[in-house]
């Protein structure tokens, strides 16, 4: 039987983007491989990268032949690109652009070629322990948890763009209460939609918003009404007839 092979997708264009450029003059090819890496972990993981940062760390460090200093930096140097984000898990900003939704990958099993996904010892524990003694997972086994739906990531990333673009600072995401205000509003409006607004609202020169609100996920949801009511000229559908009463 043929050994499985692994891959992911990586751009055509790695050898002509300037920040990779950028990324292997600052920390020679442990840069590029470590954001290889990160990308070989997040294939795996439907994006994410879910290890503990400090574990995370101290694997890479030991796959890259480095120091712990060196791999922190370079991860910290990811983050400041927001080539990754910390909402509140790490993951790979433009995974969800570059990789049609899809089952998050299995680990490989028998003769791979590839390394396996970081594991952690409470991880790996969590795994024996859901398999029963002829190595099967047990039919009482719990449901796996949803992943994020991916129009949610991408409206986190277009807003983490757009404020990064406008303040020059990296939006602080409070994952969970962010993550469940944007998951609401996209049940209300679809994500073209929902984008539309937001840049209505990052151009509002409202003086409550810029003053006191600030322009946050949360004052956004509060908003939406005004910026829809507003953008169309304070005009409601006057002339509608009244409703007959039901006979």
């Known amino acids: 039987m043929p050994r499985i092979r692994r891959w992911f997708r990586v751009s055509h264009d790695i050898n002509s983007d300037p920040e990779v450029w950028e990324l ?22 439907d994006g994410m990268v879910t290890t503990p940062r400090n574990l995370l760390v101290k694997a890479l460090s030991i796959k890259l032949n480095t120091t712990l200093d060196k791999t922190t930096r370079i991860l910290d140097w990811f983050d400041d690109k927001t080539w990754t984000l910390q909402d509140p898990v790490l993951r790979v900003r433009n995974y969800s652009i570059y990789n049609p939704s899809r089952d998050a990958n299995k680990i490989p099993q028998g003769d791979s070629i590839v390394s396996p996904p970081i594991q952690t010892s409470e991880t790996s524990q969590t795994s024996k322990s859901t398999q029963s003694p002829n190595g099967t997972a047990p039919r ?36 969970n209460r962010d993550g469940a205000t944007v998951k609401r509003l996209l049940g209300i409006y679809n994500l073209d939609r929902l984008k539309d607004l937001a840049l ?48």
């Not at 009482?140 to 990333?157: H, Y």
């Not at 953008?231 to 559908?237: E, I, M, T, V, Y």
């Open 24 to 45: 292997t003059e600052k920390f020679g090819d442990r840069g590029l491989r470590a954001w290889l890496e990160i990308l070989s972990i997040a294939d795996r993981n």
């Open 140 to 175: 009482s086994s719990k449901p796996k948890e949803s992943k994020p739906d991916s129009a949610i990531r991408d409206f986190i990333d277009f807003w983490h763009v757009e404020y990064l673009r406008r303040f020059d600072e990296k939006y602080n995401f409070s994952g």
């Open 200 to 247: 209505q609202f990052f151009n509002s020169q409202d003086d409550w918003i810029k003053r006191q609100g600030g322009y946050t996920i949360g004052v956004f949801s509060t908003q939406i009404n005004k910026i829809i009511s507003t953008s169309k000229g304070g005009q409601s559908n006057r002339n509608l007839k009244p409703l007959e009463p039901m006979a």
